[in-house]
């Protein structure tokens, strides 16, 4: 049978999961199909949403590090880990159902070492984002050990 993950699973029901877990500790998380199609997304942050992901020029970096992910999935045990190059970890762990592979759980949009403001400020200037919010966004990424980053995903 061929199906496709919002074929089985109750997006909805998941949605409001992932939203009710947020509230009680901020983590940031997805459900993305083999399509790149979000199915869920929560507490996402800022300096994503409203900046990597929407200027073309710094999209094409967020696409490369997508298809990084998907294309080493195999690795994952149980997640694959990855420093995008606008300096963001994610994560992803495959969801596999009736051993086929039919998409992803995100995590991520963090930091595990305080950010290199220098860096931001130099990232926005190359894609001519407004310093001040582009800044205040990276602020706000959570800055998280490697072992606490462990503690959630294995």
Known sequence: MNYK????????????????????????????????????????????????RINKQSEIECIKSDQYIATHLHEANPAVSYRCPHGMIDNAIPIII??????NFFTGQLFLEPPDMEFFKRQAEKYGFDEKSYLEAVSKVPVWSKEKLNRYIF
């Open 98 to 103: 009736d051993g086929k592979h039919l998409g």
């Open 5 to 52: 993950l919002e074929d089985i699973i109750d997006i909805k029901l998941y949605q409001e999961l992932q939203d009710r877990l947020n509230e009680v500790y901020s983590f940031p998380s997805a459900i993305v199909d083999n399509e790149g199609n979000i199915l869920t997304a929560t507490a996402w942050q800022d300096i994503c949403t409203r900046f990597h």
